[in-house]
């Protein structure tokens, strides 16, 4: 069994920055990816990025205000959110893929109001 447990969701301005967390543990090996999904009512839940290693991507909608990144040693993925914009109001989802499982975290809310 995996847990992932994220932080560092709230309300921030338009034009404003959030960093998010996951903490992953449990069974996760040394070798898997971890990424973040969002979700807004009545939509389907959309990627946003993920890193495998050293190898981070993102959808279009993030590249160049996201940055993801991953401290190993704390088996933890981060989310650095930037020039974040009111269209980026979600709940943003921690997800991790550990051999041939995938676990999610519980989510956490982002708001980006004025």
């Known amino acids: 069994q995996v847990q992932l447990v994220e932080s560092g969701g709230g309300l921030v301005q338009p034009g404003g920055s959030l960093r998010l967390s996951c903490a992953a543990s449990?069974?996760?090996?040394?070798?898997?990816?971890m990424g973040w999904y969002r979700q807004t009512p009545g939509k389907q839940r959309e990627y946003v990025a993920s890193?495998?290693?050293?190898?981070?991507r993102y959808a279009d909608s993030v590249r160049g205000r996201f940055t993801i990144s991953r401290d190993n040693t704390k088996n933890t993925v981060y989310l650095q959110m930037n020039s974040l914009k009111p269209e980026d109001t979600a709940v943003y989802y921690c997800?991790?893929?550990?051999?041939?499982?995938?676990?999610w975290g519980q989510g956490t809310q982002v708001t980006v109001s004025s």
């Open positions: 890193i495998t290693l050293g190898s981070p």
């Open positions: 449990g069974n996760i090996g040394s070798r898997y990816t």
């Open positions: 997800k991790g893929w550990f051999g041939p499982l995938d676990y």
